[in-house]
């Protein structure tokens, strides 16, 4: 039975208080992203792409007239790229569009989310600073991950070793392997250990670990935890990823990505998660 | 800090004692008490099914449990490393009389681990209905409930006498120690220094 009042688990009702602070925080962002030059892009919730980036059993799934199948929008990025490089830039130069609009997944998740994009392009130095920029300007400080998926995936490839390793971070398995360089690897938090790790590692990882080490001596940012082993399960990041978390919520991610062969940059926010944190 | 979840009991016990062989002082709850703080570990004790759920929603950075639990939740944590104990079996009964016939059209499963019997009937093609019990597993088959259970097995004595037969082999579970996704990142050296110092006593025979 469903009562008159009821509404669906995972779907979320904003009002009042709560509601003028999403408003707020939505504000400060596309403020900031037009003061960067940003334009906005509002994408259909229906989408044939979802599949591309979620997988198949967190997304709503539907049928177009055809009987075709699509779903509701689970992520705004891969949408986002696909129109601007197959339609909007047929018309429109610009690269570096953001949005603010909810994503849904299955069976009845809302997520409020603010991203930015810079498609076919654009500096990860300067998204992440952008993303920093907006939390500061809400006076908001979590802590800052900074990995490289790179490095994971090319030791995966050169060791002859599943990529499950060190999606699941199953640290028996690595330090099993027991060779030093990897070993220090998964103690490194501190970019000040990177260069002492540096001379250790073998070639092939070295220009990703230097990628790191550039990108957070950029920053002026208080608490920053790097983790080079770390691997994301979003499988449309290639590079460098960022992270913004703490008490178990992660607030925003962002990083390198590569949607139909071009290289791109964006971040997500999570509005949802900055509420309930704040309240 | 680390936050620690234990589930009640033996687990608890053979945690804290290697604990206190580590760091060569007493871990010990008080009377009823469900928070131990020493030092920069507290603890919490939970129920067994309960440790995962703790550990996942970040109530707890670390927690020990057995792997049929943490199979059953399905959660996404860090499992760090296999503490070697509590071994047991998850395991297919059936009445003694019966035989196992995964191609008979209407399975019935009693269970009160549903997610890995799904998964187990799944891998073999097999839709059975599953019926969630809470206790007295071995009831079901006697009294017609269902075909089969789905159900621990320590040493297969309680089957014995229930008269069942364990049929075939699940799974096989030991104690585990498993940790936050966002606690590895955020108390990283903490957690792996805490790691190697409860492998060494693993390797030393230890075993919770």
Known sequence: MVLEHEIPEGSKVYFGEIAKRKRKIESIASELFYQHNFEEMVTPIFSYHQIDSIPHEKLIHLTDKDNYPMNLRADSTVDVSKLMLKRVGRTNDNSRWFYIQPVYRYPSIEQYQIGAESIGGGELKEMLQLNIEIFEAMEFQPILQISNVAIPRKIAEELNLSIDIFKNIEIKKILALQIDWLQELLYLEDVKDIDRVFDMSPQFIRDELEKIKELVESLNYKEVKIAPLYYTKMDYYNNLIFKFLRNNRVFARGGNYSVDGNSSVGFSIYTDEILNQES | ?208
């Open chain 2, 1 to 208: 800090m680390l936050t620690i979840a234990l589930p009640k009991g033996r687990i608890a016990e053979d945690t804290l004692k290697i604990f206190k062989e580590i760091f060569n002082r007493e871990f010990e709850f008080e009377d009823r008490k469900l928070v131990l703080e020493s030092g920069e570990f507290k603890f919490l004790l939970v129920r067994n099914q309960d440790v995962p759920t703790y550990v996942y929603h970040q109530a707890a950075d670390l927690g020990v449990v057995g792997l049929d639990v943490l199979e059953d939740k399905g959660l996404d944590l860090v499992r760090l490393l296999d503490l070697k104990g509590g071994y047991c079996r998850v395991a297919i009964g059936m009445r003694n009389e019966d035989e196992l016939d995964y191609n008979k059209p209407d399975i019935v499963v009693a269970t009160k681990m549903t997610n890995i019997a799904e998964k187990f009937f799944a891998s073999k093609a097999i839709s059975p209905k599953i019926i969630k019990l809470y206790g007295s597993m071995e009831l079901a088959p006697v009294i017609g409930l269902a075909d089969m259970i789905v159900d621990i097995v320590e040493t297969g004595t309680t089957m014995k006498q229930n008269g069942l037969k364990v049929v075939d082999t699940i799974m096989e579970s030991t104690t585990h120690l498993i940790a936050n996704r966002s606690s590895f990142i955020e108390k990283k050296s903490e957690i792996l220094d805490l790691y190697s110092r409860f492998e060494d006593v693993i390797n030393r025979g230890g075993r919770v």
